[in-house]
Nanobody
Framework: QVQLVESGGGLVQAGDSLILSCAAN???????????AGWFRRVPGKEREFLAA????????YYRDSWKGRFTISRDNAKNTLYLLIDNLKPEDTADYYC?????????????????WGQGTQVTVSS
């Protein structure tokens, strides 16, 4: 069982940058570094959409093409924490942001492949 807790959301202005965090508690189970981790978001009324994923060792980030350039995923395995930096925020970035972990590298946008999810953190971007 892995518990994930997102934080860092809030009300921001268009053009701002924001760092979201996802703290993982793996208990006495597998190390956080053994999981591929990813970020998704859900705009109210729409399906959850994939943003980015990163390998267990943190050396291989992967982004959905649409998000390259404004989103940066990273992780600190010593702190059991995943991050998402969002630059130049736009009102259309308003959404709930979720982190998840899975066992393998690949098929990153497949929501069902992620084993554990956090409860999400809300980001609201005002113009």
């Amino acid at each position: 069982q892995v518990q994930l807790v997102e934080s860092g959301g809030g009300l921001v202005q268009a053009g701002d940058s924001l760092i979201l965090s996802c703290a993982a508690n793996t208990g006495s189970g597998r190390a956080f570094s053994t999981y591929t981790a990813g970020w998704f978001r859900r705009v109210p009324g729409k399906e959850r959409e994939f943003l980015a994923a990163i390998s267990g060792n943190g050396k291989n980030p992967y982004y959905r093409d649409s998000w390259k350039g404004r989103f940066t995923i990273s992780r600190d395995n010593a702190k059991n924490t995943l991050y998402l930096l969002i630059d130049n925020l736009k009102p259309e970035d308003t959404a709930d942001y979720y982190c998840g972990v899975k066992n393998y590298w690949g098929r990153h946008s497949n929501f069902d492949d992620y084993l554990y999810w956090g409860q999400g953190t809300q980001v609201t971007v005002s113009s």
